[in-house]
């Protein structure tokens, strides 16, 4: 009964997908940026439902049932805090630069070589958040069929691509309406049910009031801080929310998006962490044999609950891959291949063409990782994490910043990423949970390093590209002024 619910859903989303994919009309533009046609309402719908994912979700509560409310919490509010900074600082600029991908920002502010480097990081970062979201539909559908995890994570992979490669970012945000409903829908009945049935109980030392969870290293202040700053600062790189502030009609109908979906996330991201919270006080339940959300769906939820519930966690999964899978094989195709769009009346697009043929081998390498790493909610932090060390400055000081250069780029991005894969391979832990990815043994790294790896990271990253541009003289050629994006910016139908 309750996967026929959820079955049912997920068919919707498909039919939706399928039929909104004729507006792509064989036009790579309409394709990776809804022709730049979306107004606030889908622009925000889309933010949201990329943000409220299964790691903000079924990772929230997972992690705060075990860790505390800022374990899981931190996960949404990172989100949030990444799209009221987009809002405040981002959206106008980026959208005015008229970019197909993320990677055309590194091509226009530096040199090709900075580009492919950018966008082959881009690329790993948004498979690790595409296994992510993998993982989650793989333990649903082993936790309620008894089918294995493989087959949940191959079955999402192919439903997802169903309506994915045929619609683009056209068919993702159409379907972000009928999953933000959903999601939305299933968050508000699934609180107010628990706090009628069982009251909000907070579990001594895990609420949010409880800020030793921010302040004492035994209580994992450094993990919940480094998950905050990985996801509110790191994912401003992100392909993802990018590709939809690109398809805003307006500069100022992006900024109003970015604040409505941060406004949202936070909401939902809250809600599901008190309720995670509650069912550990109430109901002695732990995350140890199966997610916390799907025990408390199947042994305590009525039915319909369970279907509308469980059916959010599908719709949210769905965008957040989609979207990732979209903006992935985008950025391969365009800024690695340096694949161009034809504008010649009659003549096949490449690009789009091209674009459909990666999105393959890129959800091949997601379900790889998925089936690797079986974590929810860490995977999620990880990807932005790496972010946050390589690339956070070429991107945010490369906008307001004039002196910085490709060589600093690239040096920032080269000692960032391998400092952070250097402390990832050293530490035990991965945000409170054993290093399953990437584990050398050793004895000069110890579990209480986890958390701060992720600072130390991102300081070096940062810090190697400022001096690295103080040191290197600006080269006219390739150095462009960005507060005149506007004036250059590519045009629809440009290549």
């Known amino acids: 009964m309750i996967i026929a619910g959820v079955a049912l859903t997920v068919l919707i989303v498909l039919v939706v997908g399928i039929v909104v994919a004729r507006k792509i009309d064989g036009d790579s533009a309409n394709y990776l940026v809804a022709g730049r046609q979306l107004g606030v309402p889908l622009v925000a719908v889309a933010l949201t439902t990329a943000a409220v994912d299964s790691n903000a979700t079924v990772g929230n509560?997972?992690?705060?049932?075990?860790?505390?409310?800022?374990?899981?919490?931190?996960?949404?509010?990172?989100?949030?805090?990444?799209?009221?900074?987009?809002?405040?600082?981002?959206?106008e600029p980026m959208n005015r630069m008229?970019?197909?991908?993320?990677?055309?920002?590194?091509?226009?502010?530096?040199?090709?070589?900075?580009?492919?480097?950018?966008?082959?990081?881009?690329?790993?970062?948004?498979?690790?958040?595409?296994?992510?979201?993998?993982?989650?539909?793989?333990?649903?559908?082993?936790?309620?069929?008894?089918?294995?995890?493989?087959?949940?994570?191959?079955?999402?992979?192919?439903?997802?691509?169903?309506?994915?490669?045929?619609?683009?970012?056209?068919?993702?945000a159409y379907t972000a309406v009928i999953q933000a409903v959903i999601t939305g829908v299933a968050t508000i009945v699934l609180f107010v049910w628990v706090a009628n049935k069982f009251g909000i109980a907070i579990p001594d030392g895990l609420g949010p009031f409880d800020l030793g969870q921010l302040t004492d290293s035994s209580q994992g202040a450094p993990v919940n801080w480094a998950t905050l700053i990985s996801l509110g600062i790191g994912d401003l790189v992100a392909i993802d929310f990018m590709q939809r502030i690109f398809a805003a009609r307006t500069p100022q109908a992006a900024k109003r998006a970015c604040f409505i979906g941060a406004g949202a996330t936070a909401v939902v991201g809250v809600l599901w962490s008190l309720v995670a919270?509650?069912?550990?006080?109430?109901?002695?339940?732990?995350?140890?044999?199966?997610?916390?959300?799907?025990?408390?769906?199947?042994?305590?939820?009525?039915?319909?609950?369970?279907?509308?519930?469980?059916?959010?966690?599908?719709?949210?999964?769905?965008?957040?891959?989609?979207?990732?899978?979209?903006?992935?094989?985008?950025?391969?195709?365009?800024?690695?291949?340096?694949?161009?769009?034809?504008?010649a009346p009659g003549h096949h697009d490449p690009l789009l063409r091209w674009t459909r043929v990666a999105m393959l081998p890129v959800t091949v390498l997601g379900v790889f990782l998925a089936l690797r790493v079986s974590q929810t909610g860490i995977l999620l932090t990880l990807a932005f994490d790496l972010m946050l060390a390589c690339l956070i400055?070429?991107?945010?000081?490369?906008?307001?910043?004039?002196?910085?250069?490709?060589?600093?780029?690239?040096?920032?991005?080269?000692?960032?990423?391998?400092?952070?894969?250097?402390?990832?391979?050293?530490?035990?832990?991965?945000?409170?949970?054993?290093?399953?990815?990437?584990?050398?043994?050793?004895?000069?790294?110890?579990?209480?390093?986890?958390?701060?790896?992720?600072?130390?990271?991102?300081?070096?990253?940062?810090?190697?590209?400022?001096?690295?541009?103080?040191?290197?003289?600006?080269?006219?050629?390739?150095?462009?002024?960005?507060?005149?994006?506007?004036?250059?910016?590519?045009?629809?139908?440009?290549?």
């Open 393 to 495: 400055a070429p991107f945010l000081l490369g906008l307001f910043w004039r002196r910085s250069t490709s060589t600093a780029a690239l040096v920032g991005a080269g000692v960032g990423v391998l400092v952070r894969l250097v402390l990832l391979a050293l530490t035990p832990t991965l945000y409170g949970v054993p290093n399953d990815l990437l584990y050398i043994e050793n004895s000069l790294v110890g579990a209480g390093f986890d958390g701060w790896a992720t600072i130390v990271a991102a300081i070096v990253g940062v810090g190697s590209f400022v001096v690295t541009a103080l040191l290197t003289a600006s080269h006219h050629t390739e150095e462009h002024d960005l507060r005149h994006a506007d004036r250059t910016a590519e045009p629809v139908g440009a290549t």
């Open 98 to 172: 008229g970019l197909f991908t993320l990677g055309d920002f590194f091509a226009r502010r530096y040199n090709r070589p900075v580009e492919i480097t950018a966008s082959l990081l881009m690329i790993f970062a948004f498979t690790i958040l595409l296994a992510g979201n993998l993982v989650a539909m793989g333990f649903l559908v082993e936790y309620f069929t008894g089918m294995s995890y493989t087959i949940g994570v191959v079955l999402a992979v192919c439903l997802i691509l169903a309506y994915t490669i045929g619609g683009g970012l056209f068919s993702d």
């Open 277 to 343: 919270l509650t069912s550990v006080s109430a109901l002695g339940l732990s995350a140890e044999n199966a997610p916390i959300i799907y025990q408390l769906l199947d042994d305590h939820a009525p039915v319909i609950m369970a279907i509308l519930v469980l059916s959010g966690i599908v719709a949210a999964s769905f965008s957040t891959a989609s979207g990732a899978i979209l903006a992935t094989a985008a950025v391969a195709v365009r800024n690695v291949a340096g694949v161009r769009r034809a504008v």
């Open 61 to 91: 509560t997972d992690l705060s049932s075990a860790y505390g409310f800022w374990a899981g919490a931190s996960l949404a509010l990172g989100l949030a805090i990444c799209l009221l900074l987009a809002g405040l600082f981002l959206a």
